[in-house]
Nanobody, 125 residues
Framework: VQLQASGGGLVQTGGSLRLSCSAS????????MAWFRQAPGKERTFVSV???????YYADSVKGRFFTSRDNAKSTVDLQMNGLKPEDTAVYYC????????????????????WGQGTQVTVSS
């Protein structure tokens, strides 16, 4: 599976951005699709996840502001980010992994098999 993320950029506090990740190769619907982010000097952390069934989970820091969706027919997964804050500044990565059921494993980058190249999101204060 190859993943390509796009949509990052520079936005002011309170603004919005929409990230998109397109998948090619093995059927995207076989995978759980997630977004992670990594700020400079920090570890990569979980942002959101979406199964092909539509089940979604979010990090507490983004609940109510970020919304993830996927289109299995188009093999894309999006991340709509609203109410952006300076602390949201990071490189955002999409990832794909196979999980039999939802467990805490979905929150950890090491459990994902495929990664996109990352897209920079910068929120100015």
């Amino acid at each position: 599976v190859q993943l390509q993320a796009s949509g990052g950029g520079l936005v002011q506090t309170g603004g919005s951005l929409r990230l998109s990740c397109s998948a090619s190769g093995r059927a995207e619907s076989d995978y759980i699709m997630a977004w992670f982010r990594q700020a400079p000097g920090k570890e990569r952390t979980f942002v959101s996840v979406c199964a092909s069934s539509g089940t979604r989970y979010y990090a507490d820091s983004v609940k109510g502001r970020f919304f993830t969706s996927r289109d299995n027919a188009k093999s894309t997964v999006d991340l709509q980010m609203n109410g952006l804050k300076p602390e949201d500044t990071a490189v955002y990565y999409c990832a794909a992994g196979q999980f039999g059921i939802f467990t805490n494993d979905i929150y950890f980058p090491k459990n994902y098999d495929y990664w996109g190249q990352g897209t920079q999101v910068t929120v100015s204060s």
